[in-house]
């Protein structure tokens, strides 16, 4: 199993700078997701350890050695291309085969060889039956599991897949992406991924790695960077978010005439900070208290499973967002214009 | 985009659907001048070539002159176009896969032939490699002829017939971007697997599209090769000139015999370019061709 160590890596495409001093240590055998939104580096950063491209300053080394200046087809890496890249002129089999075929003589596995593995390949990824079909005659979803048998054909130490499921539609999206899990799961190749959809960075990944304007702003697991965001732009890419602007005082927070207690800020002296409070972390209720604002119900749309609201503040035309159970709707029997009180129960207060 | 769906669309298309009789009067109109203007002539090429009889025909082609005539057309046309396609492919290539300083003004100067017209065309080659051009001196002085002799005819038909594997290559490839190429390359392939295995199977119909062009251009070029040429008979005369010399003798059989040929090449060439696009439009949609079976 391979480790991948980059080290301070730059890139600019003329002005704009894609990566900005990028340093990450991708652990052997993890998989691990680059999550950001598009324009924020992490295709080329993943294009930069395939060696697709090369970085302007700065390093990659796989198990410590130096590959920087090693030749994509040197670097034992399987890719999977967004559009998936099949030869479109070639049989689901020689697809498939291609990495075996194109090896020097010396190396090159035997015919009977090649049609075993390539039949072993197929069987993995469950489509042994579409062997002499061309890609245009397959599913988006089989053209992916083909596009990652091909990868695996050269027996890759790291498998590197950019945006593996951005072109499915959502229910294939996630069934391939548990499957891939599962695929990891028994095969343990180091695997990096590019997405800039967070649930499915979350969903599959063992680390996440948040990345915006071609910096990292976070490293963590799924459960780290959703529960405790190190910046206000992790706050807000993963997940909805309220947004309120607020003064921190003395250890506390106010809101309005909310105040809500901020442990770590006791010797913040009367700062305007940012306060980020997720839907799902607020209360409604029908009684009033200190530690409560007063709302007005202005739309509720039930979504599956959850309830969304849509609150009005008095004063402020900014709409807060909350999102209850059903079984807590169902309870309180909200109407739409009815005035409620809403209670944090988490927030997390950046300074300015 | 396949043509097959454009076409049902428009069939289907009631909204913008003409009343009978506009739809004849414009067919009609586009058959008549077609055949005015193309159809008329050529049949004329064939009846005048043909007025004396089958031998006199065929005794057109046995002279010395028009076999030397024919002989040079295939010659030119033989080093032209290998030399087209090698770089028709390397610029196409260029331009579709890689950016870089002076792009836009390498795309400007291969359509440059199509602008300048080849009687300036050949002048400049006069300019350049003539007695009295640049080189001329030099040239005579080291006994090398290229101005009224093969190599000028040759760099002549070169100049006229390189944009057209190009064109016909740059949108393709750009439009199949560089995925399947990088995919062969992270998978193992050499630069000459990646092309031979990869890109060649996918651009080879565009590729022979442009060929026949290029060889159809190549082969009846007039104006830039008249003025290099020098009208040498038996030595320096392609098809195309040896024609007007005929005609201006009033050998009026023998000139549209020779026509006929020149005609002839370019019903094949017709014919092999719709049979290509016809296989380029299938290879385009194989799910669908192949679905229905």
């Known amino acids: 199993m391979m480790s991948i160590h980059i080290n301070n890596v730059r890139k600019n495409f003329g002005n704009f700078s894609a990566l900005n001093d990028i340093s990450l240590e991708i652990p052997p055998g993890e998989l691990v997701a680059l999550l950001g939104p598009s324009g924020c580096g992490k295709t080329t950063l993943l294009r930069i350890i395939a060696g697709l491209e090369s970085p302007d300053s700065g390093s990659i080394s796989f198990n410590g050695e130096d590959a920087t200046q090693r030749h994509v087809k040197e670097r034992q890496v399987g890719f999977v291309f967004q559009h998936y890249a099949l030869f479109r002129h070639m049989t689901v089999f020689e697809n498939v085969a291609f990495g075996l075929r194109v090896r020097p003589k010396a190396t090159r596995p035997s015919d009977a060889e090649i049609d075993r593995r390539v039949h072993e390949l197929l069987d993995l990824v469950q489509l042994d039956w579409l062997g002499d079909r061309f890609p245009p005659q397959l599913s988006g979803g089989q053209r992916q599991r083909i596009a990652l048998a091909r990868a695996l054909a050269v027996e890759p130490k790291v498998l590197l897949l950019d945006e593996p499921f951005g072109a499915l539609d959502a229910k294939v999206r996630k069934e391939l992406r548990r499957w891939l899990r599962r695929l990891h799961d ?62 921190v005082h003395a250890g506390f927070a106010r809101i309005g005439e909310l105040e809500v207690g901020v442990p770590g800020h006791a010797d913040t002296q009367d700062t305007p900070a940012l306060a980020y409070i997720r839907p799902h972390d607020i209360d409604i209720q029908r009684q009033g208290n200190k530690d409560t604002l007063k709302v007005k119900v202005s ?8 309830v969304r609201l849509e609150l009005e503040q008095g004063d402020s035309s900014e709409i807060i967002e909350a999102e209850l159970t059903r079984e807590r709707f169902g309870e309180l029997n909200l109407v739409r214009g009815e005035e409620v009180f809403i209670r944090p129960r988490k927030l997390r207060v950046f300074l300015q | 985009m396949s043509t097959k769906s454009y076409q049902n669309k428009i069939a289907n298309s009631r909204a913008i659907a003409e009343p009978v009789w506009i739809r004849w009067l414009l067919i009609g109109g586009a058959l008549a001048y077609l055949g005015l203007f193309l159809f008329v002539p050529l049949a004329a090429v064939f009846t005048e070539a043909l007025r004396k009889g089958f031998e006199t025909y065929l005794s057109a082609f ?51 032939p199509f602008a300048v017209s080849p009687v300036i065309a050949g002048l400049i080659y006069v300019l350049i490699f003539g007695l009295q051009g640049w080189f001329g001196h030099w040239l005579s002085d080291h006994d090398i002829k290229i101005i009224f002799a093969l190599p000028g005819i040759v760099l002549a038909t070169i100049f006229v017939t390189f944009p057209f594997v190009a064109r016909e290559l740059i949108p393709l490839m750009q439009a199949q971007g560089k995925d399947e190429e990088e995919a062969a390359i992270v998978l193992g392939a050499s630069a000459w697997q990646m092309f031979y295995r990869v890109t060649l199977p996918n651009i080879k119909w565009g590729l022979l599209y442009g060929v026949i062009l290029s060889n159809a251009r190549a082969m009846g070029e007039f104006g830039a090769v008249s003025v290099v040429s020098g009208h040498v008979r038996g030595l320096t005369n392609t098809l195309p000139l040896h024609v007007e010399i005929l005609y201006n003798e009033y050998n009026y059989v023998a000139a549209f015999a020779c026509a006929s040929l020149l005609a002839f090449l370019a019903l094949v060439t017709l014919a092999l370019k719709t049979l290509v696009e016809w296989k380029t439009a299938q290879a385009q949609q194989p799910e669908l061709s192949q679905e229905s079976t």
């Open chain 1, 186 to 247: 028994e095969l343990h190749i180091t695997s990096v991924f590019v997405t800039h959809d967070q649930e499915e960075a979350l969903e599959v990944a063992d680390r996440v790695v948040v990345m915006d304007k071609g910096k990292i702003e976070q490293i963590g697991t799924p459960g780290d960077v959703y529960d405790n965001p190190a910046t206000p732009f992790v706050y807000q890419f993963l997940g909805n978010v309220n947004l309120f602007h607020s003064r």
């Open chain 2, 62 to 112: 046995s002279e010395p002159d028009a076999l030397s005539a024919i002989q040079l057309t295939f010659i030119a046309a033989l080093v032209s176009v290998p030399l087209n396609l090698v770089f028709g492919v390397s610029a196409a290539w260029a331009i579709a896969k890689f950016n870089f300083r002076g792009k836009s003004i390498l795309i400007t100067l291969i359509d440059l």
């Open chain 1, 299 to 306: 739309d509720i749309h039930a979504i599956g499973p959850i």
